[in-house]
């Protein structure tokens, strides 16, 4: 008679073809999303690209908590972040813009995630037409809410300084 724990070869196979089609999924379901923020990065960029607020909209939660945080100060809350951001920084002060990132990585984990990346920045200044270049780095945080992924956070910062006593 065998023992009660052994269950023997064939069950050992249909579990590992569980295991493995638990795996599967999970992975496929991450990929999706991962694709998902990554096209909602390249949407986020267009926002940028037009100072457009209705593209904001749509893309940011609503939630009272949102925040970005940049070289000239924080916002907090989608009407400041649409004030300050959209229509003061990026409509007022560039007649043109184009945000370009690049080397991104996106994580996920459940109905929350994050991504970092890189971007260069080139546009034309409104007053004086002058031509304007950056480059830098951004996190941004995400949430799924009904569904679809929205812009909870935003960081950005310029490349990192190097040198003696540099970057503090």
């Known amino acids: 008679m065998k023992p009660a724990t052994c269950l023997g070869p064939r069950f050992t196979v249909v579990a590992a073809l569980g295991v493995a089609l638990v795996m599967a999924f999970g992975a496929r379901a991450q990929s999706a999303d991962g694709q998902a923020i990554r096209q909602l990065i390249a949407t986020y960029a267009h926002s940028i690209d037009t100072a457009d607020v209705s593209i904001a909209g749509q893309i940011w939660s609503t ?20 004030a300050d951001v959209y229509k003061n920084l990026m409509g007022t002060t560039f007649s043109q813009r184009r945000l370009t990132p690049k080397e991104i990585k996106v994580q996920v984990y459940g109905d929350t995630a994050w991504s970092e990346f890189q971007w260069d920045f080139v546009a034309t200044v409104r007053k004086d037409g002058s031509a304007f270049e950056s480059q830098g780095r951004e996190s941004q945080f995400y949430h799924k809410e009904n569904g679809q ?12 300084v190097s040198g003696k006593q540099k970057g503090f």
Not at 149 to 160: A, D, K, L, M
Request: proline fraction near 9%; hydrophobic fraction near 35%; glycine fraction near 10%.
């Open 63 to 82: 939630s009272p908590e949102v925040s970005f945080i940049h070289p000239l100060g924080e916002e907090h809350g989608l009407k400041e972040i649409e």
């Open 149 to 160: 992924w929205r812009i909870v956070h935003v960081h950005y910062s310029g490349v990192p």
